[in-house]
């Protein structure tokens, strides 16, 4: 079935460090990819998306690529603030299950100043 | 905006009491969800609907029923309720296509005791 790994937290990073979360999927046809960040006491929001291969989406500073050779759709910013500290999902969603999204576990980015 | 509007915020249920979760949106989406969210675990699929009169089960529907009379509305039913159904409960919804993000609400955080 269609899964989504992306790697353990806690990550604590000083401000105007490099992030990098990585994630990775397993899908049977070709889904959409999206990361959404979810702050303290609220619902999340999307962060950013990508439908195809080779897509880069972008928002905020954040920057993800939608690499099916390698299943992979990486979330990075250069240079993180405080305020970035959340924690970050990424997903999937395919034509089954009424487009229903998949996620990973969550990772949780601390950043301080 | 309102977008997604979850009530209650919070909730503290006696075993065995049952309740309902509201979730109505604004934004004329056909497809809406409820998800739970559990610590480390990510958010897990519960109940979809791609449409007024038409449920789904999604990944862990048991102890929970819906109906969605309404595009609007999709409220979530608790009959039963058990200690393992502790956790955040999120609605979302949005349009057919899998490429559109879904929007989420704030969230209920429901303790069973």
């Known amino acids: 079935g269609n899964s989504v790994t992306q790697m353990e937290g806690p990550v604590t990073l000083s401000e105007e460090a490099f992030l990098t979360i990585n994630c990775t999927y397993t899908?049977?046809?070709?889904?959409?990819l999206f990361w959404y960040v979810q702050y303290p006491g609220e619902g999340l929001q999307l962060l950013l998306k990508a439908t195809k291969a080779d897509d880069k989406g972008s928002n905020k500073g954040f920057e993800a690529t939608y690499r099916k050779e390698t299943t992979s759709f990486h979330l990075e910013k250069g240079s993180v603030q405080v305020s970035d500290s959340a924690v970050y999902f990424c997903a999937l969603s395919e034509r089954q299950a009424g487009t229903a999204l998949i996620f990973g576990k969550g990772t949780t980015l601390s950043v301080s100043s | 905006n309102a977008g997604v509007t979850q009530t209650p915020k919070f909730r503290i249920l006696k075993i065995g009491q049952s309740m309902t979760l509201q979730c109505t949106q604004d934004m004329n989406h056909n497809y809406m969800y409820w998800y739970r969210q559990d610590p480390g675990m990510g958010l897990k699929l519960i109940y979809y609907s791609v449409g007024a009169g038409i449920t789904d089960k999604g990944e862990v529907p048991n102890g929970y029923n819906v109906s969605r009379s309404t595009t609007e509305d999709f409220p979530l039913r608790l009959e039963l309720a058990a200690p393992s159904q502790t956790s955040v409960y999120f609605c979302?919804?949005?349009?057919?296509?899998?490429?559109?993000?879904?929007?989420f609400g704030d969230g209920t955080r429901l303790s069973i005791l």
């Open positions: 979302a919804s949005s349009y057919w296509d899998n490429n559109q993000p879904q929007h």
């Open positions: 899908a049977t046809g070709y889904p959409s």
